[in-house]
């Protein structure tokens, strides 16, 4: 399948801005493709049109890692875990994960890429198998074994189908902390069958790599789980839980005025002062408002389902900034700043100032590709035309099975409702508000009782179980965007609100925790949203250099347990007493390692394994 065929459709999900179809976004952005599936250069708007007929992002991920593929064969395998970690059930699932081992040298870590909140099958192969995958090119450094794993409750790593009809009960087990002891638990057992060697993290280091949500649970599985999980890589990792994430579009907003796009956000802010204002005085004029950019049969909408249809504008700025292929900023922009009268471009103030805010409104409505990006994001079928009527519906529920897992995930736990930025930045309509982000929750699971479904996320909660802002697990490293949205709840912020801390880039010692002040990380100029992992990215290669420097130095003190350094030299140790005055070789040693001893405890006479070892040397001695 060419890549190109890529359709939008493939990324129907929950929320604005929600992370399981940016999870998709942000690899199509890793392989160098446009959202549509196009090389990262301009394609036209008929052509997305077109492709939302057709397409699977599993199968461009396939044909883009095939060309560079290794002779490796890889399939699927699965893992049977235990369904409630902390409780009695006995239930278990089968979680699902890809293994690449060719590359494997002795000694060698294990590196876990976590995909988080999306199907795996789309991006497993790309992860392990293509030359410019960020990943295999740090596994393949240090002569290690590369890992896919998918998380519970998504792709075929479910316990139950997930679909409209699931009870919600069955979403139980769906938190963080049950992922995180999947890993935990996983680790333990794993093995291969081709490699001589205990792979367990007690005699191999695993280090656990993820961007956005999966980075916030590489800094959480290392704290939890230090003797599972010896080090992380968390680019993007919006660790804070917040009901409020309506700062989401400040970095967007500075973004695009950083990128050359500042009459575009000042005509963005005047047009959803003119749809709010006119949203407040006038349900006439607002109902063929509805209509004029959607078509006949929009104006049932309610104006907080519009306003959040308004916000597919920015669907794409996380992954891509302004570019991304005809659903961009840069193609929105272009279109709404250029007079079709006389083809001039707007002045820095953009046209409303001259124009009139109704201008840009009415430009903004005719943009050929706005009404087929809602009906794909949201899964409705509103015609775009005054004469025909569509099955314009702006409040249905989500079909996407990660969409419905992600949903129950930020409606619990997370927060991260990006409602509109009030202020003097303000480019989303007020009535995208907290309340209207927060129906959406119980929209989705109508039938959830509260002991299940809060009324609102239980953000408290989750930010004194994981730590929030204040984490600092030791052996971490952490990367963000500097126009990044979701930077605004990392360590790395910048925000006012946010705590205040020293960034450095100097390898901290191995297992030593930072204090609240300070962070082992990096931000990337001009970047977005896990932008080191792109290997294109001059400012990525950057970053993850940090990484692998640091990765370098905590190897080496890595210490297996009941077993030598793996960097060490392999010797044979022996008991017999040599002949007096013979060296042995290098490759062989008299000498002894007593079982549960720590440092010179056979100058102990109260511990018993003391004995032992004392008693091969004067035996020795004697001879």
Known sequence: ?????????????????????????????????????????????????????????????????????????????????????????????????????????????????????????????????????????????????????????????????????????????????????????????FKRKNINATLTPDKTPWIFIGGSYPAMRAAFVRDKYPETIYAGYASSAPVQASVDQSFYFEPVYRGMNRYGFGNCTQDIKAAIKYIDHTFDNDRSAAAKLKEQFLGKG????????????????????????????????????????????????????????????????????????????????????????????????????????????????????????????????????KYNSLKHQRDICHRQFPTAPRSLLPEWPNTDRTNKVFGGWDIRPSNVYWSGGEFDPWRTLSPLSSEDFAPKVNAFTEAPKCGVETSKKDIFGYTMANAQHCYDFRTYFPGGAVSRKYFTDALGQWLKCYKPKGGAEVFAPKVNAFTDAPTCGVETSKKDIFGYTMANAQHCYDLRTYFPGGAVSRKYFTDALGQ
């Open 1 to 189: 399948m060419r890549a190109s065929t890529l359709a939008f459709a493939l990324f129907q999900s929950a929320n604005a801005f929600n992370a399981a179809k940016s999870r998709d976004f942000n690899l199509l952005a890793d392989m160098g493709l446009n959202a549509d599936g196009s090389a990262m250069d301009a394609v036209s708007a008929d052509s997305i049109i077109n492709s939302l007929r057709v397409g699977t992002l599993k199968n461009v991920a396939s044909d883009l890692a095939v060309r560079q593929a290794a002779p490796e064969t890889i399939s699927a395998e699965y893992v049977s875990l235990k369904l409630d970690h902390f409780g009695k059930s006995k239930d278990t699932y089968n979680n699902r994960f890809w293994v690449a081992e060719s590359g494997y040298k002795a000694g060698g870590p294990v590196f876990i890429y976590d995909v988080g909140e999306a199907d795996a099958s789309g991006s497993w192969q790309f992860r392990l198998q293509n030359e410019t995958s960020f990943f295999k090119q740090i596994v393949d450094q240090f002569g290690g074994i590369g890992i896919v794993w998918e998380h519970r409750y998504y792709g075929n790593s479910t316990p139950a189908p997930i679909n409209l009809d699931t009870p919600p009960e069955t979403f139980k087990y769906l938190t963080t902390e049950q992922s995180l002891a999947d890993v935990d638990q996983f680790a333990k057992q």
């Open 298 to 429: 929009a104006a049932s909408n309610s104006h907080a389902t519009f306003a959040d249809a308004l916000t597919t504008i920015f669907y794409l700025w996380q992954s891509y900034g302004v570019d991304g292929g005809a659903g961009s900023l840069r193609s929105f922009c272009d279109y709404i700043e250029t007079d079709p009268n006389t083809n001039t471009t707007a002045p820095a103030e953009g046209w409303a100032k001259s124009k009139g805010a109704k201008s840009v409104v009415d430009r903004w409505a005719t943009w050929k590709t706005f009404t087929p990006l809602v009906n794909s994001y949201l899964e409705t079928e509103c015609s775009g035309k005054q004469n025909v009527t569509g099955t314009c519906d702006l409040n249905k529920r989500f079909t996407a099975p990660a969409s419905i897992s992600w949903t129950w995930q930020y409606c619990t736990q997370w927060g991260y409702f990006q409602a509109a930025n009030l202020g003097p930045n303000q480019i989303v309509s």
